[in-house]
């Protein structure tokens, strides 16, 4: 069983994703960690030396190789992930337990707020400009996240609630 985890920073991914694969005893692999593995560098490193277009055709290699081991595991992406080269197709025709992790804007701020420091996208910007930025953003890449298989509204939920949803809709 291979199922993947998308949506904008803050959505709970990696959290979500260590609960589930502890749940159904697979996995977890996170698409950012597994890039820093193979690459011997930091994402941010990765960005400031060699670019973002290196860091995106790493990123879809990667996401390629993970789907080729035929193992069961749990992957967490990026938020940007789904949003670039032939991802999202790439992810919903391997598998059928694509899922959108769906926060409101107001949940995403509050989430946000207490790790802009950690999150380079957002790190520099005043905090009043968050719901903004935040807003434009997901409006960009939610044509992207609207293609997963499924949409989970996670709303206020605790993570155990996100992760029975998700185990209700396996396929």
Do not use: W
């Amino acid at each position: 069983m291979q199922i993947v985890l998308v949506g904008y920073m803050g959505s709970g991914k990696s959290t979500i994703g260590r609960e589930l694969a502890k749940r159904l005893k697979i996995n977890f692999l996170d698409l950012d960690s597994y890039i820093e593995k193979k690459y011997e560098m930091s994402i941010s490193d990765i960005f400031s030396t060699k670019g973002e277009i290196f860091f995106r055709k790493a990123e879809i290699l990667c996401l390629n190789e993970i789907f080729a081991t035929n193992d069961d595991f749990v992957l967490s992406t990026g938020g940007g992930t789904p949003c670039y080269g032939d991802n999202i197709n790439v992810m919903t025709t391997n598998t059928s337990n694509v899922f959108y992790l769906n926060v409101p804007i107001p949940e995403l701020i509050k989430r946000l707020v207490k790790e802009k420091a950690d999150r380079p996208l957002i790190a520099r910007l005043p905090e009043n400009e968050l719901p903004e930025f935040i807003g434009a953003h997901l409006f960009e890449r939610s044509y992207f996240y609207t293609k997963a298989h499924h949409t989970i509204l996670v709303q206020q939920k605790k993570a155990a609630e996100v992760v029975n949803d998700i185990v209700e809709k396996l396929v």
